[in-house]
């Protein structure tokens, strides 16, 4: 089992750019969370989906940010017209999800966006 | 405010020692509280768990105490070594399966 993953592990984009970050979830998990970690910030919730559908969206800043998920193998979080304060760790992490109770998040290893 | 609230920021211990973090959560539905351990340059990974119908929970020299009166769950760290340096997050979780992490505590064991 290779985990969860998350490509690239780093993106440098310049101010105003898109940048797409990838996700593949552990297979069989059927809940996937995207987080951004800053210093500042913390562990920062942003969207999860469950069964592929997005069930939680409200830690997403509205404007520029995008999450989908079009099949259960990955998800991708866009962000449009990227800003220097959106430079930070993605990380995105999957769970089983029984029965709708909370179960271990398996987080991969990030994506480190940096915005100049 | 703050959904989960985490102290100390920083925990400085000497090897040997115990350490212990504490969190307090704001909704009184929260059923599930674990704890994750972040090394440097390296995901978050879960270390222990306990859910609502548990006061106490202990494995491999951790210890996780929940007091849902108060609204407080803690991790205590027994016999500290170097190798338990790295940041540690409580969180909390209610509605269904969204997690709220705390702000971390920055654990540093001195040998």
């Known amino acids: 089992n290779a985990g969860v993953i998350q490509t690239p592990r780093h993106k440098v984009t310049g101010k105003g750019q898109e940048a797409t970050l990838w996700c593949e979830p552990i297979?069989?998990?059927?809940?996937v969370f995207w987080y951004r970690q800053t210093i500042v910030q913390g562990l920062e919730f942003l969207t999860y989906?469950?069964?592929?559908?997005?069930?939680?969206d409200s830690g997403m800043p509205k404007e520029r940010f995008s999450a989908q998920m079009p099949n259960q193998s990955h998800s991708t979080l866009k962000i449009q017209s990227t800003q220097p304060q959106d430079s930070a760790v993605y990380l995105c992490?999957?769970?089983?999800?029984?029965?709708?109770?909370?179960?271990?998040?398996?987080f991969g290893s990030g994506t480190r966006l940096t915005v100049l | 405010g703050e959904q989960v609230e985490q102290l100390p920021s920083i925990l400085r211990v000497q090897e040997g020692s115990s350490a212990s973090i504490n969190c307090t959560y704001e909704?009184?539905?929260?059923?599930?509280f674990p704890w994750y351990k972040q090394e440097p340059g390296e995901n978050p990974k879960l270390i222990i768990d306990?859910?609502?119908?548990?006061e106490r929970k202990q494995t491999q020299g951790l210890i996780v105490l929940l007091d849902k009166k108060a609204k407080r769950f803690s991790l205590h760290i027994t016999d500290t070594q170097p190798g338990d340096s790295a940041m540690y997050f409580c969180?909390?979780?209610?509605?269904?399966?969204?997690?709220?992490f705390g702000d971390g505590t920055q654990l540093v064991v001195k040998p």
């Open positions: 992490a999957s769970s089983l999800d029984v029965g709708g109770s909370a179960e271990t998040l398996y």
């Open positions: 297979s069989g998990h059927s809940a």
């Open positions: 989906f469950r069964n592929q559908a997005p069930i939680d």
């Open positions: 909704n009184s539905a929260s059923n599930y």
């Open positions: 306990i859910r609502s119908n548990m």
């Open positions: 969180a909390a979780s209610w509605n269904n399966n969204r997690i709220f």
